[in-house]
Nanobody, 115 residues
């Protein structure tokens, strides 16, 4: 059974930082491209950051320079370090694992940026 379990969300003030984690089980983690997506109320889910099996990364323009995605294959965990958070970063953040036609999602973790 595949599970992606996110953690690390919460309430933070503008300018603050959070680190999200996604622990994967039931997959050969190092084979997968791992990503973080987010969905704000009334908006479509969007890609925030992705790290490939070869450690190539890409980011949405809106988070470039503020967010960093990384992974630890030994722990089957992907991270999203979020700095200089803005109110518009408020959303539910989802972990994604992709390998060919096999795709899995976590349950999401809420991030709220507010004073």
């Amino acid at each position: 059974q595949v599970q992606l379990v996110e953690s690390g969300g919460g309430l933070v003030q503008p300018g603050g930082s959070l680190r999200l984690s996604c622990a994967a089980s039931g997959i050969i983690f190092w084979l997968y491209d791992m990503g973080w997506y987010r969905q704000a109320p009334g908006k479509q889910r969007e890609l925030v950051a992705r790290i490939t099996s070869r450690d190539n990364t890409n980011y949405a323009d809106s988070v470039q320079g503020r967010f960093t995605i990384s992974k630890n294959n030994a722990k089957s965990t992907v991270y999203l370090q979020m700095n200089s958070l803005k109110p518009e970063d408020t959303a539910v953040y989802y972990c994604n694992a992709l390998f060919g036609s096999r795709e899995f999602w976590g349950q999401g973790t809420q991030v709220t940026v507010s004073s």
